[in-house]
């Protein structure tokens, strides 16, 4: 790639980083309305039940309660949370309240009053008697014919098959086969910020949100459907958002406040309590991956097979998409000739699983990579060189489809972490007794946008203020990750202003153009290939402006860095004379809007490399050395990859070593809070070692390709191979704090 | 006009009418942010002074004081509230505080505090040492040469002479010529909301400013230059307006309150109180008018000659557009061929004149239609006989610029009020011993937006949501005449939607398209037209995307009412069904964004009949009976057209009956509450017939003029008239609260 950018490629601090840090930011629960009351949910204390009898009147007799809600008086009609656009075809399994529950966490009733604590107390006096169903929790059960039915239609939502090759023929010419079988437990996203909303029904009867929302024309969508009210009677509007990582993609929250602002007629703030995220929201799907490789002895995969099942918890929600998710991305990785992915999403009554960052990646190749370093164990051979022989080359394309890949670099991320770890010089494992140290790496891949999948197009409005500045008005949903300062790095560059010269709105469905929602890594990818193309189309209105103005063809026109220049190179107009002009003569908005619809689903990819500790008297793991080499194509703000891919790991490392949901019997979370679920915290984290392959993609802006969720994907199989090492044993269950040592 | 209209010409409560009767509309007061301060500003006392000397510390010290600001701290900057766009040429001759302070109401400093009553103290606590300086009040003794002077520069900020003809030569063929000085006042614009303003500076230096505001572009613009800010780090957002009538087109309380945020690093509310409203911001130009007018005896008018001055007061602000429209409108209401208008805006130590409705012509034409009562009198003509003659017809051209003048139908309105009123079989006066009754009339004129005067565009931005129904961003600021919810009309018609389909995000900077501001009747004269040219790309859109899911060419489609249509007049595809095109297939966002200049400045017109009847005992003048007749082109929303007349009407009698902002002799206003300026209430207000004139404008959309401002032009003199008609005297001076009987 070239150098020759000012803006692209610099890192800099996301647009709203001092907000932050000053605590200036709005979040939800900053937000007060006048007469605003406060919601609170009831949430089911059982796993399946049918409710004989709900009793509401000492809590509406309360002093201070102005609503309280149930299925009595909620809209009965059916929704799927996950749904990203009209006519997007989901199974809609799911009501506001139901009379049917179907997890411990599940909605019952909810209440508005006065203050949180009046809600509080409310809800304590909501009388119920319910008729107790028979459960299921795991997924293995869940698809047994005799299996209580979480759903009527049976349990088994879908099943998903993707074949290249003939698997069968590719284990005959094995040497060896391997067969494994992975437990993946649910996670939780763990976003500082709870899940929160504050909503609002005028008398003109329109419907105004504010969610700390990751998709808010979406979610608009849903709630004008549910409802009854056309879309520009719902606004949606993103506030501030502490956090994410896909856990904030489906509706949750939204539709219960929104029908306590209805009943009550007063607007209703319902912020979630960790609890309440950790047990009521969204988790990593569960799985149960059973993997099945066929090696030669010079360790070339011939054939892999996985069989996985995910439990998709008591609601469908976006669980068809994540499964389709990871039946293409285990295409992309090897060369593989011969590969089947055979995948089953199914009900349980357990909580309910969706988008998490990663969106499947972390699973299937989680499995793959702790199954590989136990087949270069097996067959000798060095791990790195395992991976050399079998990764995806830049010219490779993808097998299922028969596409280019996008200039694949894994072998260039794994040659340079190697190199950086000094992999070659480290011994897989160190016995010190009590204290043994292991090396391990893992490589990782993930998509960039839902090309293939359904409509993927970013929408953009952008435009000039007198003095040059501009307005960008942006359905991006930046969480955290700086996807919004990426388009302002790449507007920048067209246009020749500084980044900070770009105010931006984000994520109003009443202000800004329609987005599919941040999530699928789709930011700088999608949104970003929109940003360069309606700064190219200003560039056009600059440039048909300064024609007139100069009294030229356009066409010996051009526009750089501030100035219209002619074919000469002379400079000719300054950008201020152009908006001059524009506005005092031509009266006219310099204005441009574009939609940039995706044309490719190529891959991002990442090789981790962990050194770690473990103290076996303890079982304490420390991971005392991390480097970290991402293919970025290009890095637009090296400053945020950095972030993302640190955050990434933090992540991984909690997913491999720590991290679970856990349930009683009952099907009860027991670990719902930050005390019992312990994630990695800042001091906890080791000192990471970042590079970056900066070799270009095909279709992303100035040739980027995603970081987000990529990020995450090897870091759990690199610190867990490394472990793995260090005790030489071969676990096939995370996280491995459960382990026997 | 054709009447085939399914949405425009329909009457419609406008947009927000329900929230503002259920109180659910937030006006500024309402506005609460974390860590909000009040502020709070003190006033001048005295009409002319230089400070010698001023303390803070008292004020600074009290606990709860957050910042003062006075001219020590406060940005030295120049600047003219009046400012319009970049490069508009006013002088500049405010400061936020100045250290010279030109009329009792000025500036002298302001105090941000945790509570309203902290401020207020703290207010109190400031010590200032002035030194007078000698004042003046009158505009004829501030055109002197000894005069005291109001800024360094001299006192007459300009001249304007406009001719047309010779009037020398017309003023000879007179049979008659009469000359009569006309005294005009000061008057407060009495909006029930207050002057208010919610400023915040965030760490990341990005001023957002919520104000009543009736131009947040000009405010913007005059904010980033006081600051010295890029526009991109302004965001001014207009709040909900209860009332403006011009008093809130010019910056007034927001950079005070944007000062004080500043230096307190916390967001500040500032709410004017009424006295401060009405001593400190804006009046209708106080006026002296010298006419002289030659007649023939069968009453056409041969010459006729304007020699005003208008009292600016303290500042210039927007005196040089103020004069600039009278200068133009009088030539655009009779066929009189020779003219002169000379006049002349002066600094007085009085407070400062600004836009209020009517922008100039309710002073000019209360003189002349005065005076033309007086000559009807005088030549023992029939008023309305004396109008017939003279009015200007639909063929005639303007005389300055030789232009046509939109089709102007005063002649009709004059003729069909008659009509209604009964004119003919009336009395023009009833002596009735105590009571006298007369009935006059009055016609009177104003433009349509600011074409000639400088530039004047409006752009919006309008799209389609998935439903069909639409999003409108338009910099339009809603006063209460529902200039947003004819926006909607006229883009329904043209897309076939209910106005109740189209959601608008109105005026603000960071979400609208530019905008002029709203003043000079532009909103659906200039604005509508831009929605009628925005409606119609949009319909450009559905017609191309049409053609590509028919796969036809789209010269043979159109688009109707929900339906792409083919030329043989076959439905083809419906609205929803090209929509989804568009976002599944085409995958792009259906959306325009157009700019509308305006290309022509006809004037609208109104006839106004009134009997009154006076209480010679106790001077209470009671208005029985009112017809008001409009020349509007075409009623876009005739419900709206109803309540613009009928709050101009109610302006008109205040003007001419009751309303004058008075001065004691050191230059304080004495009147300043609405206990001693009587407004008239709606329960003083005569039942009022309506009639309009729709013949159609020339260039307005759908043939729409204006009518807000020119709804208040003639009333004033036809109720005056009306009394003088009761009376049998003239009165050369309003109010006629004043007047001896």
């Avoid at 930011?25 to 937000?31: C, G, S, T, V």
């Avoid at 897989?428 to 359904?454: E, L, P, T, Y």
């Avoid at 955290?480 to 010269?501: F, M, S």
């Avoid at 006219?588 to 990442?606: D, H, T």
Wanted: charged letters at 25%; one cysteine or more.
């Amino acid at each position: 790639m070239a150098c020759s950018f000012s803006k692209v490629g610099k890192g800099i601090p996301i647009r709203d980083a001092v907000l932050k840090v000053t605590g200036e930011l709005e979040y939800i629960d900053d937000l007060k309305l006048p007469h605003m009351l406060y919601g609170k949910i009831l949430f089911s204390p059982i796993a399946h039940a049918r409710i004989k009898h709900i009793d509401t009147s000492e809590a509406e007799s309360l002093k201070g309660v102005k609503a309280v809600a149930t299925y009595l008086n909620a809209p009965g009609k059916s929704f799927n949370s996950a749904l990203r656009f009209a006519g997007h075809d989901l199974p809609r399994d799911e009501r506001i309240f139901d009379r049917t529950v179907r997890f411990v966490g599940d909605r019952v009733a909810a209440v508005a009053a006065e203050d949180p604590e009046i809600a509080q107390k409310a809800i304590k006096l909501i009388r119920i008697e319910y008729e107790e169903l028979p459960a299921v929790f795991d997924p293995e059960e869940a698809v047994e014919d005799d299996a209580p039915r979480v759903h009527p239609a049976g349990n088994i939502i879908t099943k998903i098959i993707n074949k290249a090759g003939d698997v069968e023929k590719g284990f005959a010419e094995a040497d060896l086969v391997f067969e494994d079988k992975y437990q993946l437990p649910p996670v939780h996203h763990g976003a500082i910020e709870m899940h929160g909303v504050l909503a609002k029904f005028d008398s003109r009867g329109k419907l105004t949100i504010w969610s700390s929302s990751q998709n808010v024309f979406a979610h608009r969508l849903i709630l004008a459907q549910l409802f009854d009210l056309p879309l520009n009677k719902v606004r949606v509007i993103k506030s501030a958002l502490g956090g994410a990582f896909g856990g904030k993609l489906e509706l949750t929250v939204e539709p219960v406040a929104a029908l306590l602002a209805e009943l009550s007629g007063k607007p209703v703030k319902l912020i979630l309590n960790r609890k309440e995220c950790m047990v009521s929201t969204r988790t990593r799907h569960g799985a149960v991956i059973n993997l099945k490789t066929g090696v030669k002895k010079d360790g070339t995969i011939t054939a892999q097979e996985f069989k996985v099942l995910t439990n998709a918890g008591a609601y469908c929600t976006g669980s068809l998409n994540v499964l389709g998710a990871m039946s293409h991305i285990v295409f992309q990785l090897y060369r593989t000739p011969n590969m089947c992915f055979e995948g089953r999403t199914v009900y349980t009554n357990s909580p309910i699983a969706g988008a998490m960052r990663g969106f499947g990646s972390p699973q299937v190749f989680l499995a793959q990579q702790l199954q590989l370093n136990k087949i270069a164990k097996s067959l000798a051979l060095d791990m790195v060189e395992l991976q050399l022989k079998n990764l995806v080359r830049p010219e490779d394309r993808d097998p299922l489809y028969n596409q280019p890949m996008g200039n694949p670099r894994p072998i260039d991320c794994v040659k340079e972490a190697a190199k950086i770890f000094n992999w070659y010089d480290k011994n897989i494992s160190q016995d010190a007794g009590r204290f043994k140290r292991g090396i391990g790496m893992a490589v990782g891949a993930h998509g960039n946008g839902c090309f293939g999948a359904h409509r993927d197009y970013s929408a953009l409005a952008l435009k000039l203020n007198e003095d040059g500045s501009a307005l960008l008005l942006t359905g991006t949903h930046d969480m955290g990750n700086g996807a919004v300062t990426v388009q302002t790095q790449i507007i920048g560059e067209i246009l020749g202003l500084n980044p900070e010269q770009i105010e931006c709105v984000e994520a109003d469905t009443d202000s800004t153009p329609w987005n599919l929602g941040d999530y699928a890594s789709r930011a700088t990818f999608v949104t970003g290939n929109a940003a360069l193309k309606v700064a190219k189309a200003l560039v056009r209105e600059i440039v048909v402006e300064g024609a007139k103005l100069l009294g030229e063809d356009e066409n010996n026109l051009y526009y750089q860095n501030g100035w219209v220049y002619d074919k000469q190179g002379r400079k000719r107009a300054s950008l201020i004379e152009v908006i001059s002009h524009a506005q005092g003569v031509s009266q006219r908005e310099l204005m441009a809007v574009e939609s940039y619809a995706s044309i490719s689903g190529p891959s991002s990819y990442g090789a981790h490399f962990a050194e770690v500790e473990v103290d076996t008297l303890t079982g304490q793991i420390r991971v005392l050395n991390y480097v970290a080499v991402h293919d970025v194509g290009k890095a637009i703000n090296p400053l945020s990859v950095e972030g993302q891919i640190a955050g990434g790991i933090q992540m991984g490392l909690g997913y491999g070593l720590r991290e679970a949901l856990e349930l009683n019997e009952k099907g009860a979370v027991i670990n719902s809070n930050f005390k019992k679920y312990k994630m990695f915290k800042a001091r906890e984290m080791p000192c990471i070692t970042f590079a970056l392959i900066e070799k270009g993609g095909t279709t992303g802006p100035f040739g980027a390709k995603s970081i987000g969720e990529c990020a995450t994907v090897p870091s759990a199989p690199a610190v867990v191979n490394a472990v793995c090492n260090a005790l030489r044993k071969y676990y096939n269950k995370i996280p491995l704090s459960k382990i026997e040592i």
